[in-house]
């Protein structure tokens, strides 16, 4: 069992002792299914799943798709910092909303002793009017200030003076949030906005205002006349404190404003010439691939990319071995099987990296020089939808997003290092299977027998002499000797009174040997597989 300090320490994360307990062991013994953990505690199957499960939602744990189903601890250093973000995110988020959180709960204590008022509807026509209202509302604000109108309506404000207003109660720490239309023909008369507004753009198709101060109240212009008359009557407000109105306002606000670029940004790229920031959708097959090639061919420093594998990507996998033999450094996270496997494999002789997906998904996710971002998720074929943003906010999500499933991924080196490996060992005990049946044996490659526990284990080969029972035999080519002699340290004792090999044509330390002949299990070793094979007989079959 884990010491009991760092148990203890573990529950300072929330954990129950026996989370804490498993947590710690997953911790030391690395990749682990829930059988060893039910094995290891004692426990029934069903209940080690119940606490890895309760460890996976907490993100201690990190599942492993295969059969079985393993399971991996997040680094420890990982959930430190995750717990010391949350308690920092909290600490903000109390410190930020502290008055907000204070004027709510005086307003139900006072609630009890106010007597229910029906809501208002007035009408404003005129601009002096609705000129002289919007001052009203913005000296009424406690918290946020929201506001959408057009360009030419923020300069007249400015001539009204209602921009030094705001630029006040943003210096006494009132939030304004300002939604316009920039550009190129009036982004200079947005600019001073942006020294005391949150300032982002969304397209305006016609002339309209809507202003909502806090939760409380909202000002609606759903047509003006957007001249620069100081006096025109063309312009008509309608004003409620109806809370349905106005929680309805302010919604549609928030909804507008998750989704716009920064005006900052927008402005930028009008300088410059850069793309502007958007979120862009695609509903067809067709509009998805012409996007996806479009960004591969602005890729200058690097692509990293998710697919489920080689056949869902609209372009060929040609391509991007051509980008990044060009310099292009390109990770690739995908699946491979028999049939795309070999494809796959010929990138190893390029810079790409790729890396076998551990999860299971559908999703399409390419990130072009940390600049640009597509999203393909194809639910099925009426529910298609791609989306593509050059929005920081929106690649960086995506970067962390990639950055998971990369860190659980396995280079494709390494796969194709496993597969040789499980080759060669097949090979080597199929020819071991055919020496023992030539001599008379019973034998399978690969083998299973069941314990006295009734649980059942698989070797590399399993041989059987009606004098001599049964022979367990593992096939070591390509790891250490070590980790398979405590691999099978733990099921000796059920299989008694069976006997347990560990053929290698690695060579053995001395203490692996006696850790072997401790657990009652032989070692033979040969260099070459075909002496490893003439080992094994000669050892044996006598």
């Known amino acids: 069992m884990a010491s009991e300090g760092i148990v203890n320490r573990l529950k300072d994360f929330g954990l129950e002792e026996e989370e804490a307990e498993v947590y710690a062991f997953l911790s030391a013994s690395g990749l682990t299914s829930a059988r060893m953990v039910a094995r290891r505690f004692d426990v029934n199957r069903m209940k080690a799943y119940r606490i890895l499960k309760t460890l996976e939602d907490k993100e201690l744990v990190q599942k492993v798709m295969g059969r079985p189903v393993k399971f991996t601890a997040t680094p420890i250093q990982r959930v430190i910092e995750s717990h010391l973000t949350g308690l920092r995110r909290t600490l903000t988020d109390l ?85 316009t239309q920039v550009d190129t023909a009036n982004w200079k008369e947005v600019k001073p906005y942006s020294s005391f507004a949150e300032t982002r753009h969304i397209p305006l198709h016609t002339s309209i205002r809507f202003a909502i101060i806090d939760g409380e109240e909202a000002l609606t212009t759903v047509a003006m006349d957007d001249s620069m008359s100081m006096t025109t009557n063309e312009d008509t407000g309608l ?24 005006a900052e940004s927008v402005m930028q790229s009008l300088r410059t010439g850069e793309p502007a920031p958007e979120i862009r959708t695609y509903t067809t097959q067709e509009e998805y691939a012409s996007t996806f090639r479009e960004m591969l061919a602005k890729a200058g420093r690097s692509i990293d990319l998710i697919a489920k594998d080689i056949t869902t990507l609209p372009v060929p996998l040609k391509e991007l071995e051509t980008l990044a033999t060009n310099g292009v ?71 962390l997003v990639f950055k998971d499933y990369w860190d659980l991924g396995k280079p494709l080196q390494e796969r ?15 020819k071991i299977r055919a020496g023992f049946e030539k001599a008379g044996w019973a034998a399978k490659a690969p083998g299973t027998i069941r314990g006295t526990s009734s649980k059942t284990y698989t070797f590399d080969v399993l041989a059987k002499s009606p004098t001599r029972g049964n022979l367990c035999i593992d096939i070591v080519v390509d790891e250490s000797v070590f980790k398979k002699v405590i691999e099978r340290s733990n099921i000796v004792s059920d299989l008694a009174p069976n006997s347990c090999f560990i053929a290698s044509t690695i060579p053995f330390r001395t203490d692996e040997l006696r850790l072997a002949e401790l657990y009652r299990i032989s070692i033979i070793y040969s260099d070459t597989e075909d002496g490893l094979v003439s080992a094994v007989l000669g050892v044996i079959i006598k």
């Open 95 to 179: 410190e930020g909303n502290k008055e907000t959180i204070i004027r709510d709960w005086e307003k139900l204590a006072r609630g009890a002793e106010q007597v229910a008022r029906e809501p208002k509807f007035r009408i404003f026509q005129g601009r002096q009017q609705v000129f002289e209202l919007l001052l009203e509302m913005f000296e009424r604000a406690h918290d946020t200030i929201r506001l959408v109108t057009t360009t030419n309506d923020l300069v007249r404000l400015s001539l009204w003076g209602l921009d030094d207003r705001l630029r006040a109660l943003n210096s006494k720490g009132k939030r304004i949030r300002v939604l």
């Open 239 to 262: 004003w409620t404190d109806a809370p349905s109105y106005v929680t309805a306002m302010r919604i549609f606000f928030d909804a507008l404003w998750s989704l716009a670029p920064d």
């Open 416 to 430: 194709l290092r496993l597969d040789a490996q499980l080759k060669r060992v097949e090979l080597v005990a199929d």
């Open 329 to 399: 450094n390109i990770r690739f996270l995908t699946h491979t099987d028999e049939k795309t496997l070999p494809e796959v494999s010929k990138v190893t002789d390029t810079p790409m990296a790729v890396s076998e997906n551990a999860a299971v998904t559908d999703l399409v996710l390419l990130t072009v020089d940390d600049k640009e971002v597509l999203l393909n998720v194809p639910y099925d074929e009426a529910q298609k939808r791609t989306v593509c943003s050059n929005m920081p906010a929106f690649v960086s999500i995506i970067q």
